[in-house]
């Protein structure tokens, strides 16, 4: 599964931001046109936060709406697809949002394991 790869560097990047310390949110945010499964990313996230300072933290995912910009007259439309044509003039639409995938931010534990 495409997701589980996905989601791996998802965990590998918050865990390396956290810098040791447990990670208790990650907010993550999928382009409706990246053709990422949200879903399938949330069922993988417990799978591969065990283990880590990322295990049990609350996964959140924000979809972010496709939009595409005309290249000749530079209207912008929404885009459910990653191909689409101007409303005005019939040009190709360009995808300026929609296809990124990325960790928005994330909250970790203020008290530092004390631990040695
Ligand atoms: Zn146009």
Do not use: Q, W
Not at 36 to 58: L, Y
Not at 104 to 111: L, P, R, T
């Amino acid at each position: 599964m495409h997701e589980l790869g996905i989601t791996r560097s998802i965990v590998a990047i918050a865990a390396e931001s956290a810098g040791g310390l447990r990670v208790k949110r990650v907010i993550v945010a999928i382009g409706e046109l990246s053709g990422i499964d949200a879903d399938a990313v949330r069922f993988c996230f417990d799978i591969c936060a065990k283990g880590t300072v990322v295990e049990s933290a609350k996964l959140e995912i924000e979809r972010v709406p496709g939009r595409g910009r005309c290249a000749a007259c530079e209207l912008e439309a929404a885009l459910t697809t990653p191909y689409g044509a101007c409303a005005a003039c019939n040009a190709p639409l360009r995808v300026i949002g929609g296809e990124e995938l990325k960790v928005k931010a994330m909250e970790v534990d203020d008290v530092r394991d004390m631990r040695v």
